[in-house]
């Protein structure tokens, strides 16, 4: 008999970011896993994307019955962690006999604290998941031993935690197979993964692909674009790298196969990379294949806090980036985030007079949000680099949404007041008054959501709407997170950034010197 298993991304707690909590796509990780085990035969799959479909838990909960799985797998970005571990508890409720898995960037980041915080989850993967998904399918159905499973995490016959070690990443992509888009209602909008890993290490960012970018052949993107076209044909196919032009030769040789084979006007798509991995030729190819716009991190305008930041870049390679996207025609975004260590009044100045001065056509503000796995985390728990953490509540980890942290010697209503304003502060510097309009009118959800809370500010919780028995169910999981474990998993994790950094530097260096940055 086939073991029947279910992937699902749970349902949201409210719309705060329109385009991740009312999404037009469906989450690019489930169809990965559901593709890798499906090749591997014997299992029935059924994907759930609770977000795109709109569903709510009940509705989740009811097909997860109908459908009667064997194991049901969860993925999990900070912020989606609780919804996931309430979603859990009530199938384990419901279907006894089925066990419970979680993965994704969060559980990577905190494995141990998230087991010990929510113990509806039987298991746990982190790092990627496809291999160990299967080997652990493997061992439940031949009853093998879970030891022997690496990046697992379990809890054993007496139910203690116990973590294996961490797993090599797949270094060559055209590996694993195209996502298993068909298991999904057919979408607007597909986000795909050309490479995963970006070279960089900023305290911001967990990095939790790594610091090595990996790489599907240009034959293999053009074989996943083909098919989601032809199939699908939807708006917007949407690469989902962290820096898309990291190898640049590899982005120019992309762009011709575009161009000859036409496909480039059968979809709209937009990237995002970084300020020293473009050049004017390359954005011109970039203009010529249809790119509708290219979003640059720009993250501070102080050279200080750019230096410390492990981002690689300064004001002038900024200045230059955004010049020759302007001259090769091409629309740009720049992602900016507010309260970075050690962040003053001043220097959150210096950021807002500079995105005045690059004039990006849609500049992007963001809170700084303690993520598990960052740097910006461990300066965090410890009341360092002028940051006071207010909470470990996870539903609160939104970058729109405030009041998990403070900076700067702000409060949580003057960030939260500073990130309205700051747009209508860049765009009034320029005098775009008109672009004002459009785009509030673009992300009107969004801006809602903004205007809601600076009209009316109270506990962010506001925005959110739990099911009745969410608290109940999930108990005062907050209050298991403890600052030295989360610190302790950190460190665990950064050295396995580096221990996978120096197994690619021996047995694969080329892919290292492909995303050398340019001098």
Sequence with gaps: MNQRIILINAPSLGTIEHMYDEPDFVRLSLAALAAYIRLQGNYDILLIDAKFEGLTFDTVLNRAKDFNPDLV???AFTNEIKPCAYLAARIKNSIPNCKTLVGGAHFTALPITTMKQFPMFDYGVFGEGEITFHELLNALKYKLKLEEIKGLVYRDIDGVIKKNPPRERVLDLDELPI???DLYPRANTYWIQTMR???FDCV???N???RVSRKNSVDRVMRELEYIVNTFSPEWIRPGDELFTVDKGRTSMLMDKMIENGIHKRFKWDVQTHVRYVDYALLVKMKQAGVTQIDMGVESGNDEILKAMGKGTRLNYISKAFEEARNAGVRTGSLLILGQPDETKETIENTLLFAAAINADEPMFSIMIPFPGTKVAKLASKGLSG????????DMYRQRLGGVMTFAGLSPKQIDRLLFLSYLRVMFMRKRY???IKLTVKYWKSAKTLLYKNLKFSNPEILLTYPKDYKQTLGDCDTLVEASLLVEETDAFSNYQKEELQRVKT?????LREQKMAQ
């Design 73 to 75: 797998g969860f993925t």
């Design 197 to 199: 890993g970006c070279p």
């Design 208 to 210: 939790h692909n790594g």
């Design 179 to 181: 996502p298993a888009w």
């Design 204 to 206: 911001f960012c967990m």
């Design 434 to 436: 008109i672009d004002i």
């Design 387 to 394: 940051y006071r953490l207010l909470t470990y509540d996870w």
């Design 507 to 511: 047995i694969l260096p080329k892919l």
